[in-house]
């Protein structure tokens, strides 16, 4: 009994190699039609207020320039923002690009006052690029490599609608523009504001806010 129990378990073993291995893959089937396309990304812009002014300088071919600029698009952000460093150092800051959101034309200003409606301050270049077509395969490409920092006066803060102005005016030595020649960038500004509002931790008090 037990040498036919193991004879008839071995031909079975057999008998399923033998019907597996004789199965063989079939072969793939032709590919489908393709999709349809995605709907194509949006990058929100928007124009309220403004960067503009003209950059005045030397090529480094020695060709003399005046160019004027006008930015006036920002995307991801309000038009301009208004924080506090402390009771006594408050920050303005506006960007604004060229008509093209993706281009490397662009401009950025703080602001640093001691109080919100102070006319008075430090404005910073915290980053300026301008470009332009001198015809087929040529372009002309002006831009800083540093954040120059100058005294601004004239500046107006509504505090009720939250338009800000001023004019600015900023000379930029050889060494930290593209140019390597001294040149000026100088203009008028204006943005509609938003104030942070950041909360601080007080340890062993209730949480505050603080208004800047």
Not at 86 to 98: E, L, P
Not at 105 to 133: Q, Y
Request: hydrophobic share 30%.
């Amino acid at each position: 009994m037990k040498t036919i129990t193991i004879n008839s378990f071995a031909t079975g073993i057999v008998a399923t190699v033998l019907l597996f291995g004789s199965c063989k893959k079939g072969e793939t089937g032709p590919a489908g039609p393709a999709g349809t396309d995605g709907v194509n990304g949006v990058v929100s812009t928007s124009t309220d207020g403004f960067i503009k002014g003209n950059v005045i300088g030397i090529r480094k071919d020695g060709t003399a320039f005046n160019e004027p600029f006008n930015y006036q698009n920002y995307s991801n952000g309000p038009s301009g923002t208004l924080d506090s460093n402390n009771v006594a150092s408050y920050d303005f800051t506006i960007t604004r690009g060229g008509s093209d959101i993706f281009g490397s034309d662009f401009a950025r200003v703080i602001i640093n006052v001691t109080s919100k409606t102070a006319s008075s301050g430090n404005i910073n270049l915290n980053g300026f690029s301008f470009t332009k077509s001198l015809g087929t395969n040529k372009k002309f490409k002006f831009a800083i490599n540093s954040s120059p920092t100058t005294t601004i006066s004239g500046l107006v803060y509504n505090t009720s609608t939250g338009l800000y102005t001023g004019n600015y005016s900023f000379s930029i030595p050889g060494f930290q523009n593209s140019t390597g020649n001294t040149a000026t960038i100088s203009g008028s500004f204006q943005a509609t504001i938003t104030q942070i509002y950041n909360k601080v931790f007080n340890p062993g008090t209730p949480e505050k806010i603080s208004k800047n």
